[in-house]
């Protein structure tokens, strides 16, 4: 035991040496450190999480109680609170409540961006976060398929605001709220800016800690639209581990990159087919796709799924399986995934230098 006096300056100072491991910046700098509390050999730590999401909660509370006790605690209790971090805004930039943005793209149609969006969107509720869903596909809109029956439903411009829908707790807006089933929307790029602009900045959001963006495949019309109009916390691109999709997701990579979004990460989507009955898995598109893009992005992997078909019933019965089957293997690495990517972006928003750079798959 050290014979420094145990106050609360001594138990700051020992924090000091406790880092965030995602950031790599220790507690106090980051300002997590909101409370501390000293009676006797019995101390209480309070600390704010930049997400509710965050992946290593258990890890930074192990490490905080061993900083205390090293300098002298006994009885060290760690209680967690959590603010995401917001990224820096433009003073005339639309969504000032909203504190992140994140595009969910890809470089080519097919490979489950929507259903990752859906999935990726009521996971990081589920962790605890505000969040919304806007579906940007404005041609091939599947959000009111996919999240079913709306708690609200989304309301016509009501003195200039555009009220969204409620699914599941998250706020949504998509064109096919308005639009007949089937119904075909042949739109030049003008009106397809303008759709994506009332989206923007006339449907009322409110304070959000993420809203998640459904983008079309391509990198056209939609997605320069959406780069102008707000500050984007950065995309992550969705791929199938077949050589063909990565090379479309690279190009959807160098154009976020030539508009300055960061890349937050790739997810890889039909990674391979687990036998519910046996255990057997099968590479059905082959395997390490994926990884590989990340590489050569220098970016992280975010996470991998299985193919499972109660993922594809699910979104066919508006109960996608992040909220109808909570406990499956898939819904379980959904949840993963979404403390994995909260994390990044914490990491993004208070590291701003770190960029990633492209080469060569």
Same mark, same amino acid.
């Given at each position: 035991m050290s014979d420094t006096k145990l106050d609360v300056e001594a138990?700051?100072?020992?924090?000091?040496?406790?880092?965030?491991?995602? &950031?790599?910046?220790?507690?106090?700098?980051?300002?997590?450190?909101?409370?501390?509390?000293?009676?006797?050999?019995?101390?209480?730590?309070?600390?704010?999480?930049?997400?509710?999401?965050?992946? *290593?909660?258990?890890? &930074?509370?192990?490490?905080v109680e061993a900083a205390v006790r090293a300098v002298g605690g006994r009885d060290v209790r760690v209680e967690f609170t959590s603010n995401v971090a917001s990224r820096a805004k433009d003073e005339k930039a639309a969504l000032k409540e909203v504190k992140h943005v994140i595009a969910v793209a890809s470089g080519k149609g097919g490979v489950g961006k929507s259903t990752v969006a859906v999935n990726l969107a009521l996971a990081l509720k589920e962790h605890g976060a505000v969040v919304g869903l806007l579906d940007a596909d404005v041609y091939g809109p599947s959000l009111p398929q996919m999240l079913g029956q709306a708690a609200t439903p989304a309301l016509a411009a009501n003195e200039g605001r555009i009220e969204p829908a409620v699914h599941y707790g998250l706020k949504t807006m998509s064109v096919g709220f308005f639009v007949e089933r089937g119904q075909a929307i042949v739109w030049r790029g003008p009106l397809v800016h303008k759709l994506l602009s009332q989206f923007v900045e006339d449907v009322h959001w409110g304070a959000l800690d993420y809203l998640v963006v459904d983008l079309p495949p391509g990198t056209g019309d939609p997605q320069l639209s959406l780069s102008q109009l707000v500050g984007l916390s950065g995309a992550v691109m969705v791929t199938t581990p077949q050589e063909v999709a990565v090379s479309d997701v690279l190009k959807g990579c160098s154009m976020f990159e030539k508009v300055g979004v960061p890349i937050l990460?790739?997810?890889?989507?039909?990674?391979?087919?687990?036998?519910?009955?046996?255990?057997?898995?099968?590479?059905?598109?082959?395997?390490?796709?994926?990884?590989?893009?990340?590489?050569?992005?220098?970016?992280? *992997?975010?996470?991998?799924?299985?193919?499972?078909p109660s993922v594809a019933r699910g979104g066919d019965a508006g109960v996608p399986v992040t909220v109808g089957n909570k406990e499956s293997p898939v819904a379980q690495i959904f949840m993963e995934i979404a403390g994995v990517l909260a994390g990044r972006i914490s990491k993004v928003t208070l590291s701003p230098s770190s960029k990633p750079q492209l080469s060569a798959v």
């Amino acid at each position: 035991m050290s014979d420094t006096k145990l106050d609360v300056e001594a138990v700051r100072d020992a924090l000091r040496g406790v880092m965030d491991p995602e &950031i790599g910046r220790d507690l106090v700098s980051l300002g997590m450190v909101k409370d501390i509390q000293v009676a006797g050999d019995q101390v209480t730590v309070k600390v704010e999480l930049t997400t509710p999401a965050c992946p *290593l909660r258990h890890q &930074i509370g192990k490490d905080v109680e061993a900083a205390v006790r090293a300098v002298g605690g006994r009885d060290v209790r760690v209680e967690f609170t959590s603010n995401v971090a917001s990224r820096a805004k433009d003073e005339k930039a639309a969504l000032k409540e909203v504190k992140h943005v994140i595009a969910v793209a890809s470089g080519k149609g097919g490979v489950g961006k929507s259903t990752v969006a859906v999935n990726l969107a009521l996971a990081l509720k589920e962790h605890g976060a505000v969040v919304g869903l806007l579906d940007a596909d404005v041609y091939g809109p599947s959000l009111p398929q996919m999240l079913g029956q709306a708690a609200t439903p989304a309301l016509a411009a009501n003195e200039g605001r555009i009220e969204p829908a409620v699914h599941y707790g998250l706020k949504t807006m998509s064109v096919g709220f308005f639009v007949e089933r089937g119904q075909a929307i042949v739109w030049r790029g003008p009106l397809v800016h303008k759709l994506l602009s009332q989206f923007v900045e006339d449907v009322h959001w409110g304070a959000l800690d993420y809203l998640v963006v459904d983008l079309p495949p391509g990198t056209g019309d939609p997605q320069l639209s959406l780069s102008q109009l707000v500050g984007l916390s950065g995309a992550v691109m969705v791929t199938t581990p077949q050589e063909v999709a990565v090379s479309d997701v690279l190009k959807g990579c160098s154009m976020f990159e030539k508009v300055g979004v960061p890349i937050l990460g790739i997810i890889e989507n039909m990674s391979g087919y687990v036998c519910p009955s046996c255990g057997h898995r099968e590479e059905l598109f082959l395997s390490g796709g994926g990884k590989r893009l990340a590489e050569a992005v220098g970016v992280p *992997l975010l996470g991998q799924i299985p193919i499972d078909p109660s993922v594809a019933r699910g979104g066919d019965a508006g109960v996608p399986v992040t909220v109808g089957n909570k406990e499956s293997p898939v819904a379980q690495i959904f949840m993963e995934i979404a403390g994995v990517l909260a994390g990044r972006i914490s990491k993004v928003t208070l590291s701003p230098s770190s960029k990633p750079q492209l080469s060569a798959v």
